[in-house]
């Protein structure tokens, strides 16, 4: 059954519950004190902008595409399918609907022609949004730049029966009350045992504990099979976390927490392992996913490389964004992204969270993204933002 709006909403609030990224350490370890520098570019990406509009702090600076550093290098075709995408959402909506804070990006109505106009073949694609669309730099209190992140989506060995390998469930939901179920630990102890929610078994009860921080994956079954599975609800507990437990206990240095630390910790040492992760006590129940790929907050299937996280708070799903930053090797990274999901860490005008696709490549670029930058949205030339906001 396809996951309704307000339960997709209740999955992106709850600790980033789609896909696994780097800002999910944040909530791993929940602790105070700063994450290490981010990496800077060499030169400034997004030029001095000036520090007027917006009474919030938010504002817009009208640019042209040439403005774009790297616009011409860049190949807009998979941003143009994952937009497409985005439009059929869009056009779903009410005309009068606005988008973006304070309706700053127009009504769905003003979308829909560009929408309708949005070409098939790739090869139209840098030629459309160029005649569709004008560029405005995202400028919060005065300052262009903000903090890049990534995810990805992970893969883990499985079996749709269980055997003397594959002895950690994954539940569906049970038929849901007024009260908080059972905790991770009494769920752990068998309190949902025998009443047939168990639908997929993983390897490793580790693997499993990761699954329902992330909230979504794919479970990869004996027989080659790839299954999507997706965050279907909770059990009614607070989520605690058990970075912050090892923090706490001495267990990792606070300086050296990380996803890898922590699942390092927790394979070395299995007779405490249990007791660490049933510190917390939230229990993700999961359902199949359907479709082209995993399931952003849009609703859509995000596009590897081009979908990016945002605040949707400020920023509209669906909108064209032209991102530039570094990568994790420091090199320049500049493209056309669609916004089309968020998470609980992703907050701010300037502020996103990179998509980079399933795989072990994936989980390299996206564990090392840490990276200053600023975006450029496009909008619609039928969309006025207004004085207030657009600022030279």
């Not at 359907?290 to 669906?318: H, M, N, T």
Request: proline letters at 9%; hydrophobic letters at 45%; aromatic letters at 8%.
């Amino acid at each position: 059954m396809p996951i309704g709006p307000s339960l997709r909403r209740a999955a992106r609030t709850d600790v980033r519950l789609l896909l696994f990224p780097v800002a999910a350490l944040l909530l791993l370890a929940a602790c105070q004190t700063a994450p290490p520098a981010p990496i800077a570019p060499a030169t400034p990406v997004v030029p001095a902008v000036p520090a007027a509009g917006g009474a919030d702090g938010f504002r817009l600076v009208p640019a042209a595409f040439s403005d774009l550093g790297g616009w011409a290098a860049d190949d807009p075709a998979p941003a143009l399918a994952a937009f497409r995408r985005s439009c059929r959402v869009l056009a779903r909506a009410p005309g009068g609907e606005a988008l973006g804070r304070d309706g700053f990006a127009g009504t769905a109505a003003q979308w829909a022609e560009a929408c309708a106009a949005a070409p098939k073949s790739p090869a139209a694609a840098r030629a459309y949004f160029e005649r569709w669309f004008r560029p405005y730099r995202i400028v919060m209190d005065g300052a262009a730049d903000g903090l890049f992140t990534g995810y990805f989506e992970p893969e883990y060995r499985g079996s749709a029966t269980r055997s003397q390998r594959y002895r950690a469930p994954l539940y569906a939901p049970p038929p849901s009350g007024a009260e908080a179920g059972p905790s991770r630990a009494e769920i752990e102890a068998g309190a949902l045992a025998g009443r047939g929610l168990e639908w997929l078994w993983l390897a490793d009860p580790v693997d499993a504990f990761f699954l329902h921080v992330q909230g979504s994956g794919r479970v990869r079954l004996e027989d080659g099979r790839v299954l999507r599975v997706g965050y279907a609800g909770n059990n009614g507990h607070d989520y605690v976390a058990i970075g912050r437990v090892l923090i706490e206990r001495g267990d990792i240095p606070r300086e050296e927490i990380s996803m890898q630390s922590i699942r390092a910790w927790l394979a070395a040492h299995p007779a405490e392992a249990p007791g660490i992760m049933n510190a917390n006590p939230r229990y993700i129940f999961f359902r199949a996913i359907e479709g082209e790929g995993p399931i952003g907050a849009q609703g859509v299937a995000l596009e590897s490389g081009r979908s990016l996280a945002v605040d949707p708070a400020f920023l509209p799903y669906g909108a064209p964004l032209w991102l530039e930053t570094v990568d994790p090797d420091g090199q320049a990274l500049r493209r056309l992204v669609i916004a089309q999901d968020t998470g609980g860490a992703i907050r701010g005008a300037v502020r996103g969270d990179l998509f980079w696709g399933a795989g072990a490549d994936a989980a390299a670029k996206a564990g090392r993204m840490k990276s200053r930058g600023g975006y450029a949205i496009l909008l619609p030339k039928t969309v006025s933002p207004g004085p207030a906001l657009a600022v030279r």
